[in-house]
T-cell receptor, first 114, second 115 residues
C-alpha cells in the first residue's frame, strides 16, 4: 500500500527565507509524486509532478522538488519565500499516474511573516 | 489543463436532507474522482466515477450514502444523502486524462455545512 508522510503540519518562515516542506513516501512500485497547493477557500492547484523523468522537478511560482529514491523523499523547496506563498501544501503519491487515485499527505500549512 | 467547475460552491443544509453536487469539466476526460476534505484535514478519496458503469467506492464509503452519476465524459454528480453534521466538509471533484495520463486537476470545491 502506498502512503505519504509530511513532516511538520505548520511551517513558518520569514519573507525572503528558504522554504522547505518535507514529504516522504512509501510505495512498492515506482511512484508518481505530486505537490499541490491550496489557498484559503479554494481548490487544489498542481505545483509540480515527478513521473520518473528528471529527479529535479521545477514547478510554478518558483517551487521545485527533488526525488530521492534512496531516501524515499520528495521535498518541496523555494529559495525565497513571498507573502503570497502562504497556503496549505499537500504531497500526494500515485502508482500509475493520474488515472489512478491519489493518496494525500496530511498537509503542511505554510505561514510567511514580514 | 482542464478547467473544472462545481455547483453549488457552498450550501447549508438541514440534517436528514440530501444535496447533489455537480462537477463540469471543459473537455472530455477519462477519469473523474470525488474527494472529501473534512475541516482542517487532508483529502480522502470517496470514489472514482466511471463513465458508463457504476462508481468504484473506497473503503468506508457506500453507494447508498454517496450515490454518484457519470452520464458522459465531461460531467459527474455526487449526492450526499440523509445528511448529518458529520458530513460537513468540502467536497472536491477532480479529473484526469487531459494533459497526459498523470495530470489530475481539481475543482474549487463545495463547502457543505449540515445543521
Amino acid at each position: 500500500a502506498q502512503s505519504v508522510t509530511q513532516l511538520g503540519s505548520h511551517v513558518s518562515v520569514s519573507e525572503g527565507a528558504l522554504v522547505l516542506l518535507r514529504c516522504n513516501y512509501s510505495s512498492s512500485v515506482p511512484p508518481y509524486l505530486f505537490w499541490y497547493v491550496q489557498y484559503p477557500n479554494q481548490g487544489l492547484q498542481l505545483l509540480l509532478k515527478y513521473t520518473s523523468a528528471a529527479t529535479l522537478v521545477k514547478g510554478i511560482n518558483g517551487f521545485e522538488a527533488e526525488f530521492k529514491k534512496s531516501e524515499t523523499s520528495f521535498h518541496l523547496t523555494k529559495p525565497s519565500a513571498h507573502m503570497s506563498d502562504a497556503a496549505e501544501y499537500f504531497c500526494a503519491v500515485s502508482d500509475s499516474g493520474g488515472y489512478n487515485k491519489l493518496i494525500f499527505g496530511a498537509g503542511t500549512r505554510l505561514a510567511v511573516h514580514p | 489543463s482542464a478547467v473544472i467547475s462545481q455547483k453549488p460552491s457552498r450550501d447549508i443544509c438541514q440534517r436528514g436532507t440530501s444535496l447533489t453536487i455537480q462537477c463540469q469539466v471543459d473537455s472530455q476526460v477519462t477519469m473523474m474522482f470525488w474527494y472529501r476534505q473534512q475541516p482542517g484535514q487532508s483529502l480522502t478519496l470517496i470514489a472514482t466515477a466511471n463513465q458508463g458503469s457504476e462508481a468504484t467506492y473506497e473503503s468506508g464509503f457506500v453507494i447508498d450514502k454517496f450515490p454518484i452519476s457519470r452520464p458522459n465524459l465531461t460531467f459527474s454528480t455526487l449526492t450526499v444523502s440523509n445528511m448529518s453534521p458529520e458530513d460537513s466538509s468540502i467536497y472536491l471533484c477532480s479529473a484526469a486524462g487531459t494533459g497526459g495520463p498523470v495530470e489530475q486537476y481539481f475543482g474549487p470545491g463545495t463547502r457543505l455545512t449540515v445543521t
